[in-house]
């Protein structure tokens, strides 16, 4: 069957550091996506990785190794506006996304 | 990027009644929507994917003579809740993609449903 697994829940202090963890199993693989989601709110994109390595964007950053079916999500000097659920997806080869069942992320001051 | 724009955003409907939800893609060809719904601090749950001029296909334990999904343009897709019950209370997203070109989803903003 298909997996994505991702922690269910984060904390992490206001400026800091904090990487938030995928490990997916799945038939094929064509990118692994990473999304933003408020309370109440849609999701909204943040990444897209096909390819191993990092891609940094702004505060945020994701990485991919394929060989080991494995992604994180970055977030550098922590808001408290980005207390959010992050939602972790990989497209199959069938090009269907599969949801991971995100990680909330609390920030406290 | 990409604009869903999804409708409406709230509404409350008596038990018994039916509801109906519009997608629409605005500025990109949505060959493919997907319906998903929400429990409160749970992930989504894909419901049905719609191609545009075919049947929407459903996921397992999805009725669909329940969710009634209507693909017809490119532009648009509906999913109507028949006979709502309390239980359907949810909330409802849309997302849209151009398969074609491989792109990420696109979500529209969600509508909340309460059943009463």
């Known amino acids: 069957g298909q997996n994505i697994d991702q922690p269910t829940e984060m904390t992490a202090t206001e400026g800091a550091i904090v990487q938030i963890n995928c490990t997916y199993q799945t038939s094929g693989f064509n990118g692994l996506f990473w999304y933003q989601q408020h309370a109440g709110e849609a999701p909204t994109f943040l990444s897209y990785?096909?390819l191993d390595g990092l891609e940094e964007k702004g505060r945020f950053s994701s990485f991919l190794s394929r060989s080991k079916g494995y992604s994180y999500l970055l977030l550098k000097e922590l808001q408290m506006k980005v207390s959010a659920s992050y939602l972790c997806a990989v497209m199959d080869s069938n090009y269907q996304l599969i949801w991971g069942a995100g990680t909330k992320l609390i920030i406290k001051p | 990027g990409a604009v869903v724009s999804q409708h409406p955003s709230r509404v409350i409907c008596k038990s018994g009644t039916s509801v109906k939800i519009e997608c629409r893609s605005l500025d990109f060809q949505a060959t493919t929507m997907f319906w998903y719904r929400q429990f409160p601090k749970q992930s989504l749950m894909l419901m049905a994917t719609?191609?545009?001029?075919?049947?929407?296909?459903?996921e397992q334990g999805v009725e669909k003579d329940k969710f009634l999904i209507n693909h017809a343009s490119l532009t648009l897709s509906t999913l109507t809740v028949t006979s709502a019950h309390p239980e359907d209370s949810s909330f409802y997203i849309c997302s849209a993609r151009d398969v074609k070109a491989h792109t990420e989803a696109f979500f529209g903003q969600g509508t909340r449903l309460t059943v009463v």
């Open positions: 990785n096909v």
């Open positions: 719609s191609n545009e001029g075919s049947k929407a296909t459903y």
